[in-house]
């Protein structure tokens, strides 16, 4: 029997409190199974604290609860964080009221490639666990470039059995990159300091402007 599929949107939306658990109440299956989401948080933060006082975007930010790591452990004067998953944005907002940190965080409905930026731009941007769900990385990578002023962080899911297994699960269509798919897009940025972390599944890259 075929199976239905859905948007990314869609999808996501039916999972904030999943999502949110993989934080909130990990099991042991998550911290075993699930490790490169804790790594990339942990080089994201990183990123976070190397630049002082500065203001993030958290691109696709879901749950919202990286977005009160970053807050909580740097120096950042303010995140915000978009998502297309109203489901999402509840929980962010819930969420970061809970930590007491609301007053630094912002969280707001759209999809970040269509959404009118204006002028506005962040010192740092964060897109972890996004573009597995983004059919034109040229196009995400381009955009998160021009709004950056310091470094952008990205997580890149490879393919594998791993991804074998989230394609047989997931109603929603997945991408996949190589560690050249994603030196290319960025030489694209003309992003010539760019470094790389292997993480459970995949890569996360930091491009320093
Ligand atoms: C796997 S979750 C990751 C959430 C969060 N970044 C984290 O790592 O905990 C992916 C999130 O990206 C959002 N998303 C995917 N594509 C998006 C887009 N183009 N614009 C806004 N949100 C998007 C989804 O709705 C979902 O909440």
Not at 73 to 99: H, L, R
């Amino acid at each position: 029997m075929s199976k239905t599929i859905h948007s990314a949107q869609q999808y996501w939306n039916d999972r904030s409190d999943l999502f949110g658990n993989y934080y909130v109440k990990p099991t042991f299956f998550d911290r075993v199974f699930r490790k490169g989401v804790y790594t990339r948080v942990a080089v994201a933060t990183k990123v976070c604290q190397e630049f002082p006082n500065s203001s993030i975007l958290d691109i696709g930010s879901g749950p919202g609860v990286n977005s009160v790591t970053f807050i909580k452990n740097s120096s950042a004067n303010k995140i915000t964080g978009i998502d297309f998953a109203p489901n999402m944005i509840d929980y962010a907002q819930k969420f970061s009221s809970e930590q007491g940190v609301s007053d630094k965080c912002s969280f707001f409905e759209g999809n970040f490639l269509t959404h009118d930026w204006k002028n506005e731009t962040f010192d740092i941007s964060v897109a972890l666990g996004v573009l597995d769900y983004i059919k034109d990385a040229e196009e995400f990578i381009l955009k998160i470039n021009k709004l950056t002023e310091k470094a952008f962080v990205i997580s890149w899911p490879e393919n594998g059995l791993r991804m074998a297994l989230r394609r047989y699960r997931y109603t929603c269509p997945l991408f996949h990159y190589t560690e050249n798919d994603i030196r290319n897009l960025h030489s694209k940025c003309n992003i010539s300091d760019l470094k790389f972390v292997k993480s459970g599944g995949g890569w996360v890259s930091i491009a320093y402007k």
